[in-house]
């Protein structure tokens, strides 16, 4: 016999209404969703280490290991395990109980000069680039070889295409001729031995006796000009700079049309290299 069952029937349950939330923004269409960065991960004995060399820096009279032990707040354990490790990497040195920096740290430290150096000569060419209104360069020679070791130019100014290599045809463009007029004759014939006069543009000057009569006649000091000799459709400018034995220039270029600038251009980045030269005579040589 089948039971009926007579429980009152329980009232089902609401379904829970969600929570009123405020919509996400939209992002616009294309817009790639940016990754998550993943935790930064830290080495402990790194951070420690660097504040050791920190410390050490800060005594330029050297430090015994338990005083920079409690200047770090490090154990003394591991503040010995760090310094020998330091010491035999080179960034430390000991002598008679005192830690010093050593030649590795020292390295490290003319390597952040250095990049200040550069960047205060980066920041001068773009100010004389907005100021003059054309892209500049400057150069050495060192060790036998034309380096242009910054540039400085912008959209409205670009500057002129390196289609050939600067340092093997410093006969043709006005950095390489300001460089080479700096040296003596046999620093000059030594340079051309290596990197024979090659004609770039009908312009360019065509053997080394006529290259070496040109720079012989150039006035010490005064600004060197081509116009054409490295690429069709530009002229350059090259003011010299020398500082005991440096061959150094500050440079700057036009397209053709414009090259009726050319020469008061260089003059005026010539007064302006004289009013700026003392502060940049330790800059120069970067």
Not at 35 to 64: C, D, F, K, N, W
Not at 93 to 102: A, C, I, S, T, V
Not at 103 to 115: F, K, P, Q, T, Y
Request: a positive charge; aromatic letters at 6%; glycine letters at 6%.
């Amino acid at each position: 016999m089948a039971t009926v069952d007579t429980a009152p029937a329980k009232t089902p349950a609401l379904p829970a209404q969600p929570r009123p939330r405020t919509p996400p923004a939209r992002r616009p269409t294309g817009m790639a969703v940016p990754p998550q960065p993943a935790p930064a991960t830290l080495i402990g004995s790194v951070q420690r280490a660097m504040r050791l060399l920190e410390t050490v820096a800060a005594h330029p009279y050297g430090a015994p290991a338990k005083q920079l032990a409690r200047a770090t707040g490090l154990a003394l354990p591991t503040t010995y395990h760090l310094l020998r490790t330091l010491v035999h990497e080179g960034y430390l040195r000991r002598d008679k109980g005192l830690f010093f920096l050593g030649d590795a740290a020292e390295r490290l430290s003319s390597s952040g000069a250095r990049e200040k150096r550069r960047g205060r000569v980066a920041d001068t060419l773009a100010h004389w680039r907005d100021s003059i209104g054309a892209p500049m360069y400057y150069a050495m020679y060192r060790d036998g070889e034309i380096e242009v070791l910054c540039v400085a130019d912008s959209r409205e100014s670009p500057a002129a295409e390196e289609w050939a290599d600067f340092r093997e045809t410093g006969h043709a463009h006005a950095i390489g001729q300001c460089l080479l007029s700096q040296l003596d004759e046999g620093a000059r014939r030594e340079y051309l031995a290596r990197y024979p006069v090659q004609a770039l543009t009908p312009y360019t000057v065509r053997d080394s006796d006529a290259l070496l009569r040109r720079l012989a006649r150039m006035r010490r000091m005064e600004p060197v000009t081509e116009r054409q000799e490295y690429a069709l459709g530009t002229v350059c400018a090259a003011v010299p700079i020398t500082v005991g034995s440096t061959a150094a220039t500050m440079a700057l270029s036009l397209p053709a049309h414009q090259a009726d600038r050319l020469l008061p251009a260089a003059q005026r980045l010539q007064t302006e290299i004289g009013r700026h030269l003392g502060s940049l005579t330790l800059s120069i040589s970067i």
